[in-house]
């Protein structure tokens, strides 16, 4: 599949022009942008959803693709039902094995009740649904738009793996860091930075932001010598040559290539940035915060309790844990939003905080920009200066003749950004920031992150952008689904945890299964052989697993359904197999 010299417009704004770039399979593409750069266009071009204005797009006769949307669109039905209407029309797949391929694919994205109602899937479920969907007739080029956005971890790290494991050829665009680095052996970026429009990298996101860092410094040295020779060509126009000689002719062409190559080098080393800086108070106090004992429950059901809190100036607090922990509830407890059921929270005199809410509640969606980002006139009052609000709206990436427009018209990445904007003229001791990062660009992202390092206060921050958590926090509070909680470092040290945790349950739930007591007796001679080896031979069961994963990873294998197929069974066997050897350890121990 390729791109030749294609073009795309959006009314008076050219998304990209003479765009070309190729696609092959086992290509494994993350495809990143500033906002507004095209990137959501081109996937829809790319599946044929919509025709360039210019140009065209070549898809080789076996090509098979399939879409997922950014917007999940709403079903009726059961899932099965779902995914039966996008079978209706398919020729490839025969009638007598429908209803066994559907259950295949809905096992393979983790869907085991064929019966469940679409509406009732939770957001991350339902992603899941949208994914089978695309895959049910058998794409062979799998294209995703922002699949990551407004998912929980655990979503995020299961898509991971599903790609890495189970699909061959894809594009996806996304703006986590950490994801597109585990699943990318290629990057693309659209923007107006590059010579065409696109640049592309083979490996993940870390080659390419040093490959992206080595052409830029590259094209300012090449505009430092533009402007040399462009400025010597000038003065030697100003002297009014008489073009008589086909050499001065030559050279005046020359000259005026020089200014036209300058000012497009130019152009494109002019980078757009939102200019964010967040303001705090002059506060001296140290110690901000603090909360004792806080729990709360819903429904007879305990999401947390007996979390103990300190905020000190400076301190920088990440809250992760799986859906339906409670990460939310404690922030908006924690802002006074909402009430613990036990507990106390003591606040510094005059305490200012400011909560920034995930779902973006706090817009009045019938506002135009302009009364969102300056509500009391034309002027700003910013760190003790007055700026006008045309100045303020181009900190923030808005065009001044969009002020009128109203906030339900903006994308949602505009929208966060206006509630930044916002956040950034009151002056805060303590940011309560509840996933932040949803619909922003990866520039975006990079200067949030500058400016909450900058911010003297206190930060609380809710993300499943890891790349944001490993850089801005601290300290890691993490909940989970059983009411506990515990703190961790870094996101690493936190997923290692739990799997750990989750094998301990599974062994747990394994030996609690068994149908044999284990005897009170003393080992025989055959189980004190058995135990003395226990060790070596989980370490050669290690190594199995390790082997059969890597088998996983054979583009042969990815690529031939049944061997694939074959290879998860087996890994999964093999997986049992260390679950069971675990169990028997702890049996033997525990009769020792």
Request: aromatic content about 6%; overall charge neutral; charged content about 30%.
């Amino acid at each position: 599949m390729s791109c030749k010299s294609i073009s795309k417009a959006h009314g008076s704004r050219d998304l990209f022009r003479d765009l070309s770039v190729s696609f092959s399979p086992g290509d494994r593409v993350g495809l990143i942008g500033p906002n507004g750069a095209g990137k959501s266009t081109l996937l829809k071009l790319l599946a044929k959803l919509d025709s360039p204005d210019a140009g065209e797009i070549v898809h080789s006769k076996s090509a098979r693709i399939g879409y997922v949307p950014q917007h999940i669109e709403k079903h009726s039905g059961t899932v099965q039902e779902v995914l039966e209407d996008a079978l209706i029309g398919s020729t490839h797949i025969d009638e007598s094995n429908k209803e066994k391929h559907i259950r295949r694919i809905l096992g393979q994205v983790g869907l085991a009740d064929p019966t469940q109602l679409a509406s009732e899937l939770s957001g991350g479920r339902a992603r899941r649904l949208a994914i089978a969907k695309a895959l049910v007739n058998e794409p062979n080029i799998l294209l995703l738009d922002e699949p990551t956005n407004h998912l929980d971890l655990d979503t995020i790290l299961w898509l991971e793996n599903f790609l890495k494991r189970s699909v061959n050829t894809f594009i996806v665009t996304s703006h986590d860091r950490a994801f597109l680095d585990a699943i990318s052996s290629r990057i693309w970026e659209l923007s107006h930075r590059y010579p065409k429009g696109i640049f592309s990298v083979d490996g993940g996101y870390v080659e390419f932001i040093e490959a992206r860092e080595n052409f830029l410094m590259g094209q300012e040295k090449y505009e430092r010598s533009l402007r040399s020779k462009t400025r010597r060509e000038e003065e030697w126009l100003k002297q009014s040559p008489k073009a008589r000689s086909t050499k001065a002719r030559a050279r005046i062409q020359e000259a005026a290539r020089l200014q036209h190559e300058l000012a497009s080098v130019k152009f494109r080393n002019t980078e757009s940035k939102a200019e964010l800086g967040f303001s705090s108070t002059d506060r001296k106090t140290k110690i901000l915060l603090t909360a004792k004992n806080i729990s709360k429950e819903f429904e007879d059901r305990k999401i947390f309790s007996g979390i103990d809190l300190r905020l000190v100036r400076g301190d920088r607090l990440a809250i992760i844990g799986e859906n339906g922990s409670g990460k939310t509830t404690l922030l908006k407890i924690l802002a006074g939003e909402s009430k613990s059921d036990s507990g106390t929270i003591k606040y510094a005199d005059g305490l200012k905080i400011f909560y920034f809410d995930q779902h973006r509640e706090s817009l009045d969606l019938n506002l135009s920009l302009r009364d969102a980002l300056s509500p009391s006139g034309d002027t700003i009052f910013y760190r003790g200066n007055s700026i006008h609000i045309y100045s303020w709206c181009k900190k923030f990436l808005f065009d001044k003749n969009r002020l009128d427009l109203p906030i339900k018209l903006l994308s949602g990445g505009e929208r966060a950004r206006v509630l930044i904007a916002r956040l950034m003229t009151q002056p805060a001791d303590i940011l309560l920031l509840d996933e932040p990062t949803n619909d922003l660009d990866i520039d975006t992202l990079d200067i949030l992150e500058a400016s909450l390092d900058d911010f003297p206060g206190s930060v609380v921050l809710i993300s499943h952008d890891r790349a944001i958590i490993d850089r801005v926090a601290d300290n890691l509070l993490a909940l989970d689904s059983d009411g506990e909680h515990n703190t961790f470092n870094d996101t690493e040290t936190w997923l290692q945890h739990r799997k750990k945790r989750a094998l301990e349950k599974s062994q747990k739930a394994s030996a609690s299964n068994t149908k044999t007591p284990v005897k009170k007796n003393k080992l025989s001679y055959k189980e004190k052989k058995e135990l003395s080896r226990m060790e070596e031979t989980l370490t050669a069961l290690g190594e199995e697993v390790d082997a059969l994963s890597a088998v996983l990873e054979d583009p042969a294998i990815q690529s031939d359904t049944n061997a694939l197929q074959k290879a998860c069974q087996n890994l999964a066997n093999k997986q049992k197999e260390v679950d069971e050897t675990y169990r028997r350890w702890q049996e033997l121990e525990d009769k020792a």
